[in-house]
């Protein structure tokens, strides 16, 4: 008898049949764990708790100062470090066998046998993915998955750039600085030794005069401030103290150049013979003088406007020109100088003639310390004066600017304060044409050097009476400010999160 091709042997059969009890054997919980999803969606999980409990940590520290341990020996960096790897390789597994389920969906259709190397390569890293993603042209589901494996290179570094520590100023505690509401001096007992008479002479303040007009170098004293910190701040404040103008009036001047002519001298010391330079109505300021074989060249002159002497005195003293509706002047004064020194002035270069005026005056500053250092800016400023001012007035003259700033002048004060910054100005700098001229000493040498800028010194001189008169014991009101320290805090930039989270989505 003849079987057909379609029949079996018994022993085939015997196969068959232990075959199929071998499978039914197998209970339902094994076809759960190996015939299921549930070994990549778990992965999936672990990858997902990871990336949130980042971002739930870096959530609460978000603004806050930067912690120095998670818990012992963690910092904030190594716990985002870890949960990133562990969420990396987490997420990596299912995409892996995602690539290789697709594998048998493309081999459906008419495809290369090199392909099954190209999705085996890309289940397994980065350049297999790529070589994959160029094969598909981005036209597969297959590409989202090659795409992720690519974006893992960067699924960590995003992760480090989302945290960062910049610096930000928080309040520790208080300063202190004080306005001045009046100017009260502090004389030394009357001595007089070798000829000085030192009476009615304030130390600190005609200290800070003597500074500025003879050792410009030396650095200013600033004024009193305490911070507890490196940095401060104050509400601006209104505070008593000296403010100056200038106004240019070189038209004043007359070119003259004559023998046996005599002009006057500043203050009427000497006389002038034989002028060749600039004077103003018959006083002589700057050029050369002098009879043959001791000429002179004078190339700064300070003239003084009075400003006590209410009746006629007969004294020599100069009429203002440019400041008639000021009533309580502290010093006005001419000052000549001819820019480049003796040496322009014998040439007979055109001098500068400036009219300055110093005033009492309520400044408006705004105070700081930075890194150190107190900086000081005038906000504003308000000249201080009475209507009018004579032997009747009565003193002390008391200014009222809003409801929290009064700034009392007491009777002898103004007349003082002149006399200090009068006795280190000169009459008159001259030298001999005969000899090198040399540097003047002081800030005097101011129109010797470039840019021949008086106003900067005279600004100077007002700041550091202002600074002394804010240094004071008394006449004092306290500006209490906020004292400020550096905190490094954690700062968490969001955006870097986008591609982490954009990974995990894609690949459910």
């Not at 009193?224 to 200038?246: D, E, F, I, M």
């Not at 009018?388 to 009064?406: E, K, R, V």
Request: some cysteine.
């Amino acid at each position: 008898m003849f079987h057909s091709a379609a029949s079996k042997s018994p022993e085939q059969e015997n196969d068959t049949k232990d075959r199929s009890r071998a499978r039914a054997s197998t209970n339902f919980y094994d076809r759960i764990v190996t015939d299921w999803w549930w070994w990549e969606i778990l992965s999936w999980i672990i990858s997902f708790v990871c990336v949130a409990a980042i971002v739930g940590v870096l959530w609460y520290y978000d603004g806050r100062r930067q912690p120095e341990h998670l818990v012992t020996g963690i910092t904030l960096n190594a716990y985002v470090a870890v949960f990133a790897a562990v969420s990396k390789a987490a997420l990596i597994m299912p995409v892996s066998e995602a690539i290789s389920q697709l594998k048998w969906i493309w081999f459906q259709e008419e495809a290369a046998l090199w392909d099954f190397q190209l999705f085996d390569a890309a289940s397994r890293g980065p350049w297999g993915a790529t070589m994959l993603l160029i094969r598909t042209r981005c036209k597969h589901v297959v590409s989202l998955a090659a795409l992720i494996t690519i974006l893992g290179l960067a699924f960590e570094p995003f992760f480090q750039q989302i945290v960062t520590y910049p610096d930000r100023m928080i309040v520790v505690g208080g300063g202190s600085t004080w306005a001045a509401s009046t100017f009260v001096p502090q004389s030394l007992p009357s001595t007089r030794r070798l000829g000085f008479d030192n009476n009615n002479r304030d130390p600190t303040m005609t200290l800070a005069i003597d500074t500025v007009l003879n050792t410009p170098e030396i650095a200013m004293r600033p004024s009193t401030a305490q911070c507890s910190t490196a940095n401060c701040t104050w509400p601006s404040y209104v505070t008593l103290g000296v403010g100056h103008t200038c106004q240019d009036v070189s038209y004043l001047l007359q070119y003259i150049c004559e023998n046996n002519t005599e002009l006057a001298l500043p203050q009427q010391v000497v006389s002038a013979v034989d002028p060749c330079g600039y004077k103003v109505n018959d006083t002589f300021v700057a050029g050369s003088e002098g009879s043959l074989g001791f000429r002179k060249v004078t190339s700064l002159s300070t003239m003084v406007v009075e400003t006590f002497d209410f009746e006629s005195s007969g004294n020599h003293f100069w009429n203002t020109t440019a400041f008639h509706n000021s009533t309580l002047p502290i010093l006005d004064f001419y000052i000549a100088y001819t820019p480049g020194g003796p040496e322009a002035a014998l040439r007979n270069q055109t001098p500068v003639l400036l009219e300055c005026l110093l005033t009492w005056n309520a400044h408006t500053i705004d105070s700081r310390f930075v890194n150190g250092m107190l900086q000081e800016r005038i906000l504003d400023t308000v000249v201080i004066q009475p209507q009018s001012l004579n032997n009747s007035t009565a003193w002390p003259i008391t200014a009222i600017l809003g409801s929290n700033n009064t700034f009392k002048i007491l009777n002898g004060t103004t007349q003082l304060l002149r006399d200090w910054i009068l006795s280190d100005f000169p009459f008159y700098l001259d030298q001999d044409p005969a000899y090198d001229f040399e540097l003047y000493s002081g800030m005097w040498n101011f129109h010797q050097i470039p840019p021949y800028d008086f106003e900067s010194h005279i600004s100077n001189l007002t700041k550091a009476i202002t600074n002394d008169m804010k240094s004071r014991s008394s006449g004092m009101k306290l500006i209490e400010g906020i004292a400020w320290s550096s905190e490094r805090f954690v700062k968490i930039r969001w955006a870097w999160i986008t591609l982490p989270a954009a990974s995990l989505i894609g690949s459910l």
